[in-house]
């Protein structure tokens, strides 16, 4: 199958697979993002996806998507950050990117504002949260999430809508729920205490192997690379 086949017919298949489980879930299909993760595939490999209906991407370094975007600069491609973002790079991370998954402390929140009020844009945000508190992982632990957000939702140059997530990997996708449930409950606590829901609308969690389990306990947003575009080659990258 040529290479633009086969990341159609993946797509499909991931499609489906949203279907089938917010189907399980009572929940409408229409509710949920589906973020396809380029990172270490080629613009070739983007602008098959988008002509086979999918505009909205996920990269995890800010160089590398730059480049990519200026080879396609003819798509109105939606591209999100999901990856560790150095606060020295939040100038450029704000001209690229139209939502920021990955702000997860306040001395980067105040450069993304700066960076965005200069630029005069208003990027969408999500705090990524780490609640297993893996050293390798980044992400606010449980006692720094709550004065970010709030510090978030009062800042005016940028657009917060939600809260973002990486788990342990799992062996099993069950071993993602309670990960997935835990951030869902933080949500509502956020949100009973004060702040406006509409603020934390969105929960983006779920990779390749566990996105059904992530829609069940109420993902809007699953970020999926290796189902639609294989495994990724990083040796290649450099
Ligand atoms: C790479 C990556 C993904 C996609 O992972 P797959 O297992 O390939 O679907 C999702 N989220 C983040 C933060 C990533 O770095």
Redesign the pocket.
């Known amino acids: 199958m040529p290479r633009s086949a086969d990341i159609a017919a993946q797509l499909d298949s991931v499609r489906r697979r949203i279907t089938a489980a917010a189907q399980r879930a009572s929940r409408s299909p229409s509710d949920i993002t589906l973020?396809a993760?380029s990172?270490t595939f080629s613009a070739d490999d983007v602008r098959a996806a988008t002509s086979a209906g999918h505009l909205a991407f996920?990269e995890?370094r800010v160089q590398e998507a730059e480049a990519k975007k200026a080879l396609l600069e003819d798509l109105a491609i939606e591209w999100h950050l999901?990856?560790h973002l150095q606060s020295n790079k939040a100038r450029k991370a704000v001209a690229t990117f139209d939502w920021i998954?990955?702000v997860d402390r306040i001395d980067l929140l105040r450069r993304i504002e700066v960076a965005a009020r200069e630029a005069g844009r208003r990027p969408r945000i999500l705090i990524q949260a780490d609640l297993a508190g893996e050293a390798t992982k980044h992400g606010a632990d449980r006692a720094a999430l709550g004065d970010l957000v709030c510090a978030a939702a009062e800042a005016e140059d940028v657009d917060l809508r939600g809260l973002?997530i990486?788990p342990p990997y799992p062996d099993n996708p069950e071993d993602s729920r309670p990960w997935f449930r835990q951030l869902r409950g933080i949500r509502d606590e956020l949100v009973a205490a004060g702040i406006p829901a509409d603020r934390l609308g969105e929960l983006s969690m779920g990779?390749?192997?566990d996105?059904d389990v992530a829609i069940e306990e109420g993902a809007t947003i699953v970020?999926?690379?290796?189902?639609?575009?294989g495994h990724?080659d990083y040796a290649a990258e450099a």
């Open positions: 973020i993760v990172k996920g995890n999901i990856g998954q990955s973002m990486v990779m390749s192997h996105f970020r999926v690379g290796t189902a639609i575009f990724r």
